[in-house]
């Protein structure tokens, strides 16, 4: 299983970027989706994950940033507006995967996309 994230760069503070990210190879069903992020010093954290029955978002982005999924292409987006220079880090696309049937959900990360936001 692979996991590919795209869409990062460098924006100015207030703009916009749109993250994509797609899972590929021997899935049977993606149990939630979502993006963490890491910045310099920092651990990795939660940015929003959607998953069957619900989604959630890190209190920081509420508002402001907002996921979506597109169950059929095993896709998800994280539109994100309004940013500000403390959005700034490595955004990771993160997919819980089953392979067969009644298997535990496997962990699976992208590389990672750098986010910039100049103030």
């Known amino acids: 299983v692979r996991v590919v994230e795209s869409g990062g760069g460098v924006v100015q503070a207030g703009g916009s970027l749109r993250l994509s990210c797609a899972a590929s190879?021997?899935?049977?069903?993606?149990?939630?989706m979502g993006w963490y992020r890491q910045a310099p010093g920092k651990q990795r954290e939660l940015v929003a994950i959607?998953?069957?029955?619900?989604?959630n978002y890190a209190d920081s982005v509420m508002g402001r940033f907002t996921i979506s999924r597109d169950v059929a292409k095993d896709t998800v987006y994280l539109q994100m507006n309004s940013l500000k220079a403390e959005d700034t880090a490595v955004y990771y696309c993160?997919?819980?995967?089953?392979?067969?049937?009644?298997?535990?959900?496997?962990?699976?990360w992208g590389q990672g996309t750098q986010v910039t936001v100049s103030s």
């Open positions: 993160y997919a819980a995967v089953l392979r067969i049937r009644n298997e535990v959900p496997f962990d699976y």
């Open positions: 959607t998953g069957d029955d619900n989604t």
């Open positions: 190879g021997y899935i049977f069903r993606i149990n939630a």
